[in-house]
């Protein structure tokens, strides 16, 4: 069964940082491209950072570049988000995605909050 999963989200303050994790299983996510989506409430999910499977192509949403930094560890088949000087309109729910070709998976998502 294919599942990706997140972790890491939670409540932090303005200028404060966190770390999304994502675990998949049930293929092999290693030869896939690997990317984080966002989606704050009445918006459009978008793009926040893409990963290649070597990881010699990264691109970053304008909103991401300098603060955020997506990372992957083919041998433990996790992806990395690391949120730094977060401000509140980077509250959203954050999804895990994996991409080959046409095949197409999510997570569930987890939840970034900033907020005093």
């Known amino acids: 069964q294919v599942q990706l999963v997140e972790s890491g989200g939670g409540l932090v303050q303005p200028g404060g940082s966190l770390r999304l994790s994502c675990a998949a299983s049930g293929f092999t996510s290693s030869t896939y491209a690997m990317s984080w989506y966002r989606q704050a409430p009445g918006k459009e999910r978008e793009l926040v950072a893409y990963i290649s499977i070597s990881s010699a192509i990264i691109n970053y949403a304008d909103s991401a570049k300098g603060r955020f930094t997506i990372s992957r560890d083919n041998a433990k088949n996790t992806v990395h988000l690391q949120m730094n000087s977060l401000k509140p309109e980077d509250t959203a729910v954050y999804y895990c995605?994996?991409?080959?070709?046409?095949?197409?998976?999510w997570g569930h998502g987890t939840q970034v909050t900033v907020s005093s």
């Open positions: 995605n994996a991409r080959r070709n046409n095949l197409n998976y």
